[in-house]
């Protein structure tokens, strides 16, 4: 059965009522319509609640002139609030079933707006072009088991994407929008502080999700800035986070051995820097990271 037909018992709505929007009863609905059973091996977990999704539109500061890239739309219920607004949503699904269903849904729930939606059957992992225009902000609702990766493969295969809100755990979006000193700060930190400004934008309860998942979420609004001036490459400025962090309870000066070739070559590369060698990585800067690349040994 094709999902257009899996969906015939689905009403169409006038597109300014509040029906147009994705309720608990219409998930689970086209859930079983199309056979679908969320997984956890997907990070699956549908959002039942219109008011939800309608508050992330408003936090994302979505404009009626934005092309918004939607990663994981799943049964629609976000894409569905995103489309009330923007200009264009291109929507990366890389479910079968569910990328089969989602332009259906589209049509029956916004026939006004939909032929302003594109569907991308692909991983966001790996997707490197989407189809013009460029996409000028990011808005999901990410699975938790990648969501890291994939927010920093977004922003850096599309620079256009100026603005972000993705919906994340909750300890992951605090190790987000986490500054140096704190505990949580770290890896994903410092990355996403190389593309963008980030902050935590509100807090998400379980109930709005089916099925609801173990932990509370969080909202990470990312707004785009030029990264460090650097002579290192991200990629070498990467490297040394990573190594960094890799033994976060040693010093720089031991942690970053292997990356320089030696204890002694690591303490030479941070004192040329400025960055002291008894320091540790959760206390430095992502611009601190970059001037330690500019001055790895030949």
């Keep these: 059965m094709r999902a257009a037909d899996s969906l015939a018992g689905v009403s169409t709505t006038d597109p300014d009522a509040p029906g147009a929007l994705l309720g608990p009863a219409d998930v689970r609905a086209l859930a079983a319509a199309l056979g679908v059973r969320p997984t956890k091996q997907r990070g699956q977990n549908f959002v039942i609640d219109a008011n939800t999704v309608r508050r992330i539109v408003r936090t994302a500061q979505v404009e009626p002139q934005d092309i918004v890239v939607e990663v994981g739309p799943g049964l629609g219920s976000l894409t569905l609030a995103l489309l009330e607004t923007a200009e264009r949503v291109v929507a990366i699904e890389i479910d079968d079933v569910l990328a089969g269903a989602l332009p259906a849904t589209v049509a029956a729930r916004l026939p006004e707006r939909a032929a302003r939606f594109t569907l991308v059957h692909s991983d966001a992992m790996t997707v490197a072009a989407l189809p013009d225009p460029a996409p000028t902000a990011l808005v999901a609702n990410l699975p938790y088991n990648v969501a890291v990766p994939v927010l920093l493969h977004m922003l850096a295969t599309f620079p256009t994407i100026q603005r972000t809100l993705v919906m994340v755990q909750a300890e992951v979006a605090d190790r987000l929008a986490a500054t140096p000193g704190g505990k949580v700060y770290g890896v994903p930190s410092v990355k996403a502080n190389w593309y963008a400004e980030v902050r935590r934008a509100g807090s998400i309860g379980r109930n709005v999700f ?89």
Aim: net charge neutral.
């Design 210 to 298: 089916w099925p609801a998942p173990n932990v509370d979420s969080g909202l990470v609004s990312l707004v785009r800035r030029d990264p460090p001036k650097t002579t290192a490459t991200r990629a070498e400025v990467f490297a040394v986070v990573d190594a960094a962090f890799a033994q976060r309870r040693k010093t720089l000066r031991a942690a970053l051995a292997g990356w320089a070739g030696s204890a002694a070559a690591a303490e030479e590369a941070l004192v040329a820097a400025g960055v002291s060698p008894q320091a540790r990585g959760e206390a430095l800067t992502v611009e601190e990271f970059a001037a330690i690349a500019e001055h790895r040994p030949a």
